[in-house]
């Protein structure tokens, strides 16, 4: 099994309020992504576990946390969110250097913030 | 971060002829170049890559060509047809598990 699911699919939330996204795979990698990508932008690196070490991206590294607490299970936070925080976000994973360095996508959460 | 531009955003062709779509990128130390298709509803998946030692790689209509001096890199799409349809990313990163640089995405239209 290759996939990566992300939950929820679809999230409405409101401006100042905590979103949470979650996101699993069960091919045992050793690395998990979070993407923002908003419309006619590239996807754009947010935060990334390589193992239990969290790796977060200077320009995002106050807007986001996250936390593993398994290989298996990657969370994305927002703790307060805001109108600029509209985006889709991908999870994605992969074995790291074990392997080509694929990148297993999920189908994304689709966050809007009013 | 690596930089990666992505030309052209949109692209349109008859069914039978093909496509092609330019990525460059800044950081002469990036060594891996996947492209990544994402149907409409479906998450982006791997369709082709080239490492810095190849020049040319195919797989099936699917052909990447990789300029390391001009630090250029395309994918051409040979006999394009509707399911070829798709969001395609180019990306560049300095090895495989190190965190991928995307460009903003090309969209592919084949009408029939």
């Known amino acids: 099994d290759t996939t990566v699911k992300q939950n929820p699919r679809y999230k409405l939330a409101r401006v100042g309020k905590p979103v949470n996204l979650i996101c699993s795979q069960t091919m045992n990698h050793d690395t998990m992504y979070w993407y923002q990508k908003k419309p006619n932008q590239a996807p754009k690196l947010l935060l990334f576990?390589?193992?239990?070490?969290?790796?977060r991206e200077a320009d995002t590294f106050e807007k986001f946390q996250s936390s593993r607490p398994n290989n298996s299970f990657c969370s994305l936070y927002i703790g307060s969110a805001g109108l600029e925080y509209s985006a889709m976000y991908l999870c994605a994973s992969s074995a790291g250097q074990r392997n080509t360095g694929q990148l297993y996508f999920g189908e994304g959460s689709k966050l809007t913030v009013l | 971060g690596e930089q990666v531009e992505q030309l052209p955003s949109i692209l349109r062709v008859q069914e039978g002829s093909s496509a092609s779509i330019n990525c460059s990128y800044e950081d002469s130390a990036s060594n891996y170049f996947p492209w990544y298709k994402q149907e409409p509803g479906e998450n982006p998946k791997l369709i082709i890559d080239i490492r810095s030692n190849m020049e040319r790689k195919q797989i099936q209509e699917l052909i990447v060509l990789l300029d390391k001096k001009a630090k250029r890199f395309s994918l051409h799409i040979t006999d394009t047809q509707p399911g070829d349809s798709a969001m395609y990313f180019c990306?560049?990163?300095?090895?495989?598990?190190?965190?991928?640089?995307f460009g903003k995405g090309a969209k592919l239209t084949v009408s029939p």
């Open positions: 576990y390589y193992d239990k070490i969290l790796n």
């Open positions: 990306a560049a990163s300095k090895g495989t598990g190190s965190k991928l640089s």
